[in-house]
Each structure stands twice: as C-alpha cells, then as structure tokens.
C-alpha cells in the first residue's frame, strides 16, 4: 500500500484557480495515483493555523494571493529566486520536516516566453506596477539586455517598480498610464494588470508589433490579446504562464518530470468549460 501524499493550493478567493485541475492532471499521466490536490480557501489570519496543522503525509504547497508574502516568515528556507521578489508561490514539504519557499513564476515566465521563441530582447515595456509586475522585471532580468519602461497610474507606484529595478538589477524607466499607447511598440509587452485594463488599448496596436505578454486568462482572450493575435505577431497567454509555474511546481513536489503538454490540455479543457 502507498503512502498518501497530499498536496494543495492557498489562497483568497480560491475558487477558480486552475491548479487542481493541473497538477492532477499531471498525477494521473504520471500514475501518481495516491497523490491528492485540493483548494482551500485559506486567507492571511488563517494561514500560520493551516501551516501548523499539516502533517507528514504533505509534499507541498501552492500559494496564491494573499499569501505569497505571507507565509515567508513561517518557513525554513526560501530560493534566491524567492527572495530576489519577496513572494513564495511554492513550498515543499521535505521529509525531515524542513518547509523550503520557492517562486516558480519567474522561471515560468523565462519558459513560456521561450517556449515562443523569445529568448532575449533589447528592450521591454511593462504595463501595470503590482506583485506580478515584480515577477516580470525578475523575468527581464534574465532576457532583457537594455532598459525596461514600466507604465504605472501613481507616482507611488512609480517609486516602486523604479526600487524593484534597483533590487533585480534592471534599467527601469517610468511613465504615466496615459502615455501606455506607446509601450505597444517595444519588442516585448507584459501586461499585468487586472482583467479590463488594457481592452482600451487595443485600438492602439500597431499593425507589425512584437510579442505580447498576458498574464490574463481568465476571461481569454482579451480584448488586447485578440487584437495582437489578429496581426499575425506572437501571443504569450496567462495559461502559458500558469501551466508553465505548475510544471516546476510538479517537478519540485514529486521528484519527477511533468507532463507540460498534458497539463497544458487540461487547462484548456477546464477554461473552455467554464465559457459554455
């Protein structure tokens, strides 16, 4: 008889998140069939009580808001890649009791953009400034070779990403939201932003831009993202991004290779259901 091992996504709201659907997915091709994956509904206050309370049958953990910054305080350990963004998307639960913090949203979007054929850029245009907005510039850091222009609404915002340049070691330029019809033309666009920020901006696309970055994809495509598409240019979606997290995730959980196109497939099916 194997051993339960368990395995779960955190956060607030939790409902829609896709990653039981993933990482099941992956436990089935791998024929992990005592592995579990659930979602609970787990908000800061109750985090230190949800952590406390796991026991040694647990492999690991996904976190999402708001917790990604929450839980570092609670753990044994926390990656480079982490640290370098302040925000722990993933714990693994070691067999000597050790809870080990990671950021697989970096290194997730290095590999979807790459997995597009984007491998290095000059420069980069970010729209948006909030905790995903960090993971890109981390991003860019490993691919961008010049400087990065982060368009935000505040100068608070401003300050900021211009702070988190300085800590990743990018050449951050700042603008005003109004002026983002320009961030279009950079090689590389990453928006960040909440669903419907962008959609006024995609009368604005130029008629031969580079590659768009949406972190969105739920509702997909967006307004913004079907305009692109539409040019014939390159489209990296929020499932890229999220399939991509979860593979590493998968990897660091249970020792072995994830399934990428599997997992991939699941996703569409489980957001292709969700429009019906």
Known sequence: ?????????????????????????????????????????????????????????????SLTMPL????????????????????????VLTEDGRRLGDNTDIPGMVAALRERGVEKVGTAAVLGAGATASSALAALAEICTGPVTAYVRSEARADEMRG???????????????????ALRAPLVIATT????????????????????????????????SRWAATGAGVVGGLDLLVHQAVLQVEQMTGLDAPLAVMRAAGEAALAARTH
């Open 1 to 61: 008889m194997s051993v339960t091992r368990r395995a779960a996504v955190l956060g607030s709201p939790i409902a829609h998140s896709l990653s039981p659907v993933l990482h099941r997915a992956a436990y089935t091709e791998l024929g992990l069939d005592h592995w579990s994956y659930d979602r609970f509904e787990v908000d800061e206050a109750g985090l230190p009580g949800f952590v406390e309370g796991l026991d040694p049958t647990w492999a690991g953990l």
């Open 68 to 91: 990604k910054r929450a839980i570092m305080p609670m753990l044994d350990g926390i990656s480079d890649t982490a640290a370098s963004v302040e925000a722990v998307n993933t714990v």
């Open 164 to 182: 988190w340049g300085r800590r990743l070691g990018v050449d951050v330029r700042v603008a005003d939201w109004a002026e983002a019809d320009e």
């Open 194 to 225: 909440p669903a419907g920020t962008t959609d006024a901006l995609a009368g604005a696309v130029p008629s031969a831009p580079g590659t768009l970055f949406d972190v969105l994809y739920d509702p997909w495509p967006t307004p913004l993202a």
